[in-house]
């Protein structure tokens, strides 16, 4: 299994401001994914990281709102521009090479 | 049609029950399944990985998936109150482009009570 750390844990930003997220895998990992999971919901898959290149994104969501990075197999950013307060929500890295696993999420709020 | 479905709940069940968690799903395609386990205020936990039909055993826990009828299960056996949780399908396709990305249902919210 993969052991996956996400920072920070929990974050409350104002309106116009963007944070980025952490996710590091404790081994070298084939996927890197990062969700969304708002209030009470499931979880809605934002994109694809990929190792070296543009991330590949869902429909309804944008580089420009949602730019990732994937240096190497173990760690990737995702950073959460101009926020507004519908941007309030868990926001999950997932990583495996077959099985996949999840962080804690990082429970953002925007006043 | 949502690609995958399941039913929310909430499903409350005394200790000692069998619990029966289902999911079904709309493209043929998907071919890894999995259910997760998600405490409040907690990422996802992975307890079972499959991908053929018929049944997957994990101590208390057992995955079905019957491809030709679309349908997933997880059964519990002997529930406990730590296993009061949020249980999530996901399916996944073979490959591709959508190579490991993983469909989730709604999530089934279960109460076990002592």
């Known amino acids: 299994s993969a052991v996956i750390s996400q920072k920070p844990s929990r974050d409350i930003c104002q309106r116009g401001t963007s944070l980025t997220i952490q996710c590091q895998v404790d081994s070298q990992v084939t996927m890197m994914f990062w969700y969304r999971q708002q209030p009470g919901q499931s979880l809605t898959l934002i994109a694809t990281a990929n190792q070296g290149s543009e991330a590949t994104y869902e429909s309804g969501f944008v580089i420009d709102k949602f730019p990732i990075s994937r240096p190497n197999l173990t760690f990737s950013t995702l950073t959460v521009s101009n926020m507004s307060p519908e941007d309030s929500s868990i926001y999950l890295c997932s990583a495996g090479s077959g099985e996949l696993f999840f962080g804690e999420g990082s429970r953002l709020t925007v006043l | 049609q949502k690609e995958v479905e399941q039913d929310p709940g909430p499903l409350s069940v005394p200790e000692g029950a069998i619990v029966s968690l289902n999911c079904t799903y709309s493209?043929?395609?998907?071919?890894?399944f999995m259910w997760y386990r998600q405490y409040s205020r907690k990422g996802p936990e992975l307890l079972m990985y499959?991908?053929?039909?018929g049944n997957k055993e994990d101590g208390r826990f057992t995955a079905q998936v019957d491809k030709s009828s679309k349908y997933i299960s997880l059964f519990i056996r002997d529930s406990q109150p730590s296993d009061s949780a949020t249980y999530l399908c996901a399916i996944s396709n073979a490959g591709g482009t959508s190579y490991g990305k993983l469909t989730f249902g709604q999530g089934t919210i279960l109460t076990v009570h002592p």
């Open positions: 499959t991908y053929s039909s």
């Open positions: 493209n043929s395609a998907f071919q890894y």
